[in-house]
């Protein structure tokens, strides 16, 4: 006898643009995996990694229950004596050697789970340390910074309003690979494509990206040389009587500090730090300025780089400046159903403390993940001696993974809450695997509150977990429970995977909603166009628009002091693919067969000077150390420009219990990115625009022997 067959509707939850799923299930089988045409947000699109959630789900090698490291491998343990031995070791530390000894990070699944929104920090807290980190330090720090200085809320981050605008600008994102980021925008393919007909899309990008193809026009930019571009559009606003504020007039103060701060930003100034032409600057801003609506846009490329919080300060200025800000078609805030993030605690705070060893500043209670190795390998007081890494793989994610290695194989103690033995986690002493992310709820608090539209959803697990196997949450409330106990701590509010949903949806601000409600609208529901409401909520909160903040001002001068490009320099950008997601896809057969995209792409002109051909096996070197990946000739960059993925090079590192990833060729990026390196204001992480040198790494004949078998 067939079990019978069900469908399930459920957002996405591997990347922000949430699609709708429609998933058939017999029994406990996933039968197919398709978009969900009902889904009034995604409209029926997806891409394959939505198809893949089945190979999670069924991958051989996602943990299914704790293990413990032993001399001679890895040991199945029962729940009982994992989270024993976990808060018995953290709190021997924490005894010994205080609460700040005992450092945490979270990492980017993290921001697509609501419970790992909620619980960890809750757990973090109990703690007491100090010693937070997450991925938002390598990639969203410099956004966040500059909101909060700003507009005084590290989540007001105004939204492009993709939908009606007549303009857009898109500088270091690439939508059409990553489906967008800061911008939950389901089916960016056909929103761009209306736009287009409706106005204009411009992309600002050192590569012709999948973006820059489907785009209007297409510009290439020095990599790093944003601020400068950026702030040089400032100032052709400012000279040329273009400001316009609008509503925003009375609200806003430091106007005359900015104008003062960008005097000597001028486009031909600007010309030869960012390679666009001064002529260029000028159109785009002036276009920009004369649309009926228009919106600049600022992602990844814009904020992990050495001027992360300058670009996205002078974003933001752009569209304030023009008007733009806090009106349709220009960038808005949302009005989120469930409203964790908007609140006054989630607020952020700046520059508290600092780090211990590099005095790097917190941001919002967390501090930047460049400064983590040096934490745990510098002796002294207030040394890291234990990690707790959740949803993450920093070795792989954040600069120097080989210093990160070596930092983890020296800590006193390490537990990961992951399903998978990868780079990081292989160091831990006891992993802690959730349940499958079908076997569990899912609201999303982030990317809602960062989506094109306001909508809101709420989707039932497709799967009953097994007996055995625990959810995120679980996994936190039975550490805290048994933390308090041990240390004689009150007892914290243990809160359910949907408890806090569930009171936010009833005590938001859309009458009626609740999870019941929600469970009637399995595609989601549609809470109407994004609509002004900055003005108000800067006068709610008696403060201005700072559109000066001195933290930023006091960044300029290391920006003007930045020298002039090297002729014959060659800088290092990254790069996403629709079929990867960070370090974690590489599993699975489906989204890794057929053509690769590990190879370092080079303009063919750099690629003959150094007499290397398609195919050969390159050394790719920096400060810090070399990485053996394959070249690939590309038309789609410029001379001096290098790119390359991040996430890969799995095989390379012992223990990495990954099946397939184990076997595919490709180095890890960030065994050459400087940890030393980050954004001024932000201590962001720089994973782009930093100099290589890159050599052939064998003889030619040798080469083509030595390169890892590609597929393509
Ligand atoms: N060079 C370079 N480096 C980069 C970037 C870049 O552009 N260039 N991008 C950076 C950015 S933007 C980011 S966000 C980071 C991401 O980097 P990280 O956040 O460090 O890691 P990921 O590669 O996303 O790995 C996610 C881990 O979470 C686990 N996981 C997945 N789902 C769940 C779950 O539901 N629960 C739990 N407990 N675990 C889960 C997976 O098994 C995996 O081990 O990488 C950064 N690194
Ligand atoms: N398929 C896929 N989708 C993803 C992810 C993934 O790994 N794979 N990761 C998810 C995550 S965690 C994030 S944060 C988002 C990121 O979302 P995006 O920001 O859209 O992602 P990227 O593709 O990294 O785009 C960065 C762009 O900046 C360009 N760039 C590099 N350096 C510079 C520079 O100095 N100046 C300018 N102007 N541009 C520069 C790069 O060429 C690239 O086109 O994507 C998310 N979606
Ligand atoms: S675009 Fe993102 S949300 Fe949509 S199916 Fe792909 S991974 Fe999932
Ligand atoms: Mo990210």
Not at 232 to 247: E, P, Q, S, T
Not at 250 to 262: H, K, N, P, T
């Amino acid at each position: 006898m067939t079990a019978a067959r069900t469908v399930h509707f459920r957002a996405c939850h591997i990347c922000e643009a949430l699609c709708g799923l429609r998933i058939e299930t017999e029994g406990q089988r996933v039968v197919s995996i398709r978009p969900d045409d009902e889904d009034p947000f995604s409209r029926g699109h997806i891409c394959p990694k939505g198809v893949a959630i089945q190979d999670i789900h069924e991958d051989p090698d996602r943990l299914r229950a704790p293990v413990k490291r032993t001399a001679s491998g890895w040991e199945t343990i029962s729940w009982d004596e994992a989270f024993d031995t976990v808060v018995e070791r953290l709190a021997e530390i924490r005894e010994r050697h205080g609460a700040d000894a005992v450092a945490s990070y979270l990492g980017n699944p993290s921001a697509h789970s609501g419970a790992l929104m909620t619980h960890p920090a809750q757990f973090f807290g109990l703690l007491g340390t100090r010693s937070q980190y997450t991925s938002a330090s390598v990639d969203t720090l410099p956004t966040q910074l500059v909101c909060h200085l700003m507009y005084g809320h590290q989540f007001y981050t105004p939204i492009p309003d993709i939908d009606r605008t007549q303009h857009m600008v898109i500088i270091g994102g690439n939508p059409m690979a990553s489906n967008g980021s800061m911008m939950t925008v389901p089916d960016f393919p056909g929103r761009a494509k209306a736009l287009s007909r409706r106005g204009k899309l411009v992309v600002i990008d050192p590569r012709r990206t999948e973006t820059a193809k489907i785009a209007d026009e297409h510009h290439f930019i020095r990599p790093g040389g944003d601020a400068w571009l950026l702030l040089a559009m400032v100032h052709v606003l400012f000279r040329d009587g273009l400001v316009r504020l609008n509503h925003l007039e009375s609200r806003v103060s430091g106007l005359e500090a900015v104008r003062e701060a960008v005097r000597d930003i001028s486009p031909v100034a600007a010309a030869a730090r960012c390679r666009v032409p001064a002529e260029t600057i000028e159109k785009i801003i002036h276009e920009f300025a004369a649309s009926p609506s228009a919106v600049m846009y600022g992602r990844l490329g814009t904020c992990a780089q050495d001027f992360g919080s300058l670009a996205q300060w002078a974003v933001q200025l752009i569209n304030l400046l023009t008007g733009n800000l806090d009106r349709e078609g220009g960038a808005l805030l949302t009005h989120p159903a469930a409203d964790l993030l908007h609140t006054e605690r989630a607020a952020g705070s700046y520059a508290k403390r600092h780090t211990r060893v590099r005095g790097l500043p917190e941001f919002a209670d967390t501090l930047p993940v460049v400064a983590l190795a040096e934490e745990i390998l510098t002796p002294g007081e207030g040394q890291v001696r234990a990690f707790i890494s959740v949803a993450s793989n920093l070795v792989a994610g954040s600069p120097d993974g080989r210093q990160l290695d070596r930092a983890f194989a020296e800590l006193d103690f390490m537990v990961s809450i992951d399903f998978y033995i990868n780079e990081t986690t292989r160091h831990a002493h006891i992993i802690l695997p959730p349940a499958s992310p079908l076997e569990r709820s899912h609201y999303d608090y982030l990317f809602l509150i960062w989506a094109v539209r306001n909508t809101t959803r709420y989707n039932a697990p497709v799967f009953d977990k097994p007996a055995e196997a625990r959810h995120d949450w679980e996994i936190f409330n039975a550490l805290m429970e048994r933390y308090a106990r041990r240390m004689n701590l009150r007892m914290p509010r243990l809160l359910g995977g949907d408890d806090l949903p569930d009171l936010l949806l009833r005590n938001g601000a859309y009458p009626g909603l609740s999870i019941a409600k929600l469970l009637e609208h399995p595609h989601g529901l549609d809470l109407g166009p994004l609509r002004p409401s900055l003005g108000e909520r800067l006068d709610r909160a008696r403060r201005k628009l700072e559109a000066a903040p001195q933290a930023l001002l006091d960044d300029i001068p290391r920006l003007l002091q930045q020298p002039l490009p090297e002729p014959d320099e060659l800088l290092l950008i990254g790069r996403r693919h629709v079929r990867s997601n960070n370090s974690w896809m590489n599993n699975y057969h489906r989204l890794t067969k057929g053509k690769s995209n590990h190879q370092l792409l080079m303009n063919p002109q750099d690629m003959a000077a150094r007499s290397m051909s398609d195919g050969m096996l390159a050394e790719v070197r920096t400060d810090i150390g070399g990485i053996r990946v394959v070249v690939k000739a590309s038309d789609d960059l410029t001379p001096g420009v290098a790119c390359l993925p991040h996430g890969w090079g799995q095989g390379q590192r012992d223990g990495v219990r990954l099946d397939r990833a184990n076997t595919l060729p490709g180095a890890s990026f960030n065994d050459i990115s400087d940890a030393r390196r980050c954004d001024g204001p932000s201590g962001n992480a720089v994973l782009n625009g930093f100099p290589i040198s890159v050599s052939p790494a064998a003889h030619p004949a040798e080469s083509a022997a030595l390169a890892p078998a590609s597929a393509d």
